[in-house]
């Protein structure tokens, strides 16, 4: 009997252990892209285990298996799964991803780098397109962040989104582009007009929203206002327009007009006659001030 129990706490170890810690380990854990008729062998490696494997596509009209080797058919996208035999656990996946046959058209842009916009700006998207017989069409993985019409892209949320680059009705990517959507940055002034005399100087405040970008202040005649850092220095009698601009962009997202006058001086002229002077005719008077 005490045999018979040690034999099959040995029998459970054996088939535990058999069990316990197997895995399969994709060589390359990416996405496959393919095209029509293209075949790849798919390598893997597999621990803890002497058991056969298999691989399963979950879709044979568009990539059919033979071992382990794998064939586009059809356009379209699928998972292949491996298992071990007798066990409906998948311990390994991968995407295949089939496009159509190459042929002689693509879509390009200038876009390398991620673009940024403001929530709520409208950015035209510059792209050229060759050998397509079909009109580009763009499409946003986060509608919620970056809307699309056409080939204008709007700002809605701050977020990142990818726009993808494409022909009507075909499923192939040519071109994707990284978008950040941040929120609208500002300057605001609370002075609209600013009234100064020749040789004043004054240091204007503003506040910054949303960026932390550099400001600086702009003057259309320098000859008349002239700008140091965030100081306005009046020179000469006239008018200026000082606008706030952030370093490295054109627009402008505050200004103000400033008015010089000449120096205040303190001068005057007064007499003693305080009733009225009477002199007759042909009299001469010499009035004294």
Known sequence: MKFKYLLLIFVLMFILTGCVGKEIILENESDVILEIGDEKVIEYEVKGSDEDTYLKSSND???SINENKIKAVSEGTININIYFKGDEKSYASFKVIVNSTTID??????YT???????????ILEYESVGGTSDVVLTTDKPDVLSIEGNKIIGKKTGTAV?????ANESYIYVNIDVEVVDKKDIVCSSDLINLE????YNLLYEVISSEEEVVLVSDNPEIVKIEGDTLIALNVGEATISLKFVGDEKSYASFKVIVNSTTIDKNITTNYTDMITIEVDEEKILEY
């Open 163 to 167: 726009i993808s680059f494409s022909f």
């Open 113 to 123: 780098d991620m673009i940024t916009i403001e929530v709520d700006e409208e950015k």
């Open 61 to 63: 009209e568009i990539v």
């Open 198 to 201: 020749v040789l004043d100087e």
């Open 105 to 110: 058209k693509n879509i390009t842009t200038n």
